[in-house]
Structures are given as structure tokens and as C-alpha cells.
């Protein structure tokens, strides 16, 4: 099956430590995202890649890095500098190639830091 | 600026009612239109999305929205609610933007239904 695909579900880690999170996809979609989910706030955008080696900051890019080292993957990591860690991580995908607007979200990854 | 504004934090339906999500946009151009859905825990799914052609588009799960340029809205409906559609709901609009296609999301809809 086809689709994005998020590890872990759920990630605790202590304050100061960086932490990774995985998001993979089989689409081959060119393009990929990482959002950021707080309650009340919608999705913020932290980093967007649309094509290997390539990658700009998004709105919220702060305390976080990207690397986009193969076309399937786009690992997201929290570094101790992100002030409020704890929230909710999603990664999409989109075939920009054909202009889509049209993005693929994986289920997810609850990071909480305490 | 592109936005979207979605005014109805949380709305709250009885099962087999109507339902109606309202959805604004701000963007210069033609809009890319999307609804997305998310239950509890999960990513969201595609619901329903406008590019171009007939104003009315219909989507997964019974769901239909109404692309009205002249009030920059596209509003979600559901002529049958069912138990399984509560969730939270997001609007989005498609906007170029730095050299790529990015969407930018309303605040999301929360719906409650009740028996």
C-alpha cells in the first residue's frame, strides 16, 4: 500500500535532549512537509522540501532541522533550542511536479517533553 | 496575504441533522480549496478540493462544498450527519508561494454529534 508513514506514534523525551522524528513515504512524491499541531491553532508549517538536497524553513522553523537526504524521506529533528517542544507532528507529501496543491498526511507523532 | 478563517471554533449537531462548516479565504488569485478531516490522534484525510470548473464538488463520506467567489467562501455540507463524522475539520487554501506549492490551514472546526 501506497502512503506516509510516521515513527513513532508517541515520543517522551527529557528537556535538552534533541529528538528525531521519522516520516517516510512510497508515493514518489517529489515534495514534503513537516507541520507543527497545537490545540485551537491549526497546522504550522516548520520545513518543506521539494526536492532531494533542498529544503526551506517554513513559518515556524525555529529550534528545528531537516535533512532530505533520499526522495523517500524527510527527518525532522527538535533540538534543545525549541522552547515548547511538546505538541503534535505532521508530515505530508504532495507530487509538485504536476503543480499539485494537493497533500498526503501520515497519522502523526505526539512528542511530549518534560 | 493568503488566509483562511474558519469562525466556528466548535459546533455541535444532532445525528441525521444537516450540517453546514463555514470556511473564508483571503488570496489574489484563483483559489486552490481544500477540506480536510481528523479524528482524534490521526493525520487528516482529504475530504473534498476545488481547482477550477463547477462551483459545487462533491467528496468522500457525503460531503459537498460550494466554491463562491463573490463572498470568498467555501463551506463544507452534509445533508445526513452520521455518528462517525465527528471529528475536526480544516479548511485550506493552495497558495505559490518562495517557489513552492504550500497550503495554509484554518484553525480547524471541531463537530460534536450527538444521538
Known amino acids: 500500500d501506497g502512503g506516509i508513514t510516521q515513527s513513532p506514534k508517541y515520543l517522551f523525551r527529557k528537556e535538552g535532549q534533541n529528538v528525531t522524528l521519522s516520516c517516510e513515504q512510497n508515493?514518489?512524491?517529489?515534495?514534503m512537509y513537516w507541520y507543527r499541531q497545537d490545540p485551537g491553532q491549526g497546522l504550522r508549517l516548520i520545513y518543506y522540501?521539494?526536492?532531494?538536497?533542498?529544503?526551506q524553513k517554513g513559518d515556524i522553523a525555529e529550534g528545528y532541522s531537516v535533512s532530505r537526504e533520499k526522495k523517500e524521506s524527510f527527518p525532522l529533528t527538535v533540538t534543545s533550542a525549541q522552547k515548547n517542544p511538546t505538541a503534535f507532528y505532521l508530515c505530508?507529501?504532495?507530487?509538485?511536479?504536476?503543480?499539485?496543491?494537493?497533500?498526503?498526511f501520515g497519522p502523526g507523532t505526539r512528542l511530549t517533553v518534560t | 496575504a493568503q488566509s483562511v478563517t474558519q469562525p466556528d471554533i466548535h459546533i455541535t449537531v444532532s445525528e441525521g441533522a444537516s450540517l453546514e462548516l463555514r470556511c473564508n479565504y483571503s488570496?489574489?488569485?484563483?483559489?486552490?480549496l481544500f477540506w480536510y478531516v481528523q479524528s482524534p490522534g490521526q493525520g487528516l484525510q482529504l475530504l473534498l478540493k476545488?481547482?477550477?470548473?463547477?462551483?459545487l464538488v462533491q467528496g468522500i463520506k457525503g460531503f459537498e462544498a460550494e466554491f463562491k467567489r463573490s463572498q470568498s467562501s467555501f463551506n463544507l455540507r452534509k445533508p445526513s450527519v452520521h455518528w462517525s463524522d465527528a471529528a475536526e475539520y480544516f479548511c485550506?487554501?493552495?497558495?505559490?508561494?518562495?517557489?513552492?506549492?504550500?497550503?495554509?490551514f484554518g484553525t480547524g472546526t471541531r463537530l460534536t454529534v450527538i444521538p
Open positions: 505530508a507529501s504532495s507530487a509538485s511536479r504536476q503543480k499539485s496543491y494537493e497533500q498526503y
Open positions: 508515493l514518489n512524491h517529489d515534495a
Open positions: 522540501s521539494q526536492i532531494v538536497n533542498d529544503f
Open positions: 488570496y489574489g488569485a484563483t483559489p486552490y
Open positions: 476545488y481547482f477550477s470548473g463547477d462551483t
Open positions: 485550506a487554501v493552495g497558495a505559490y508561494q518562495t517557489g513552492a506549492n504550500n497550503l495554509f
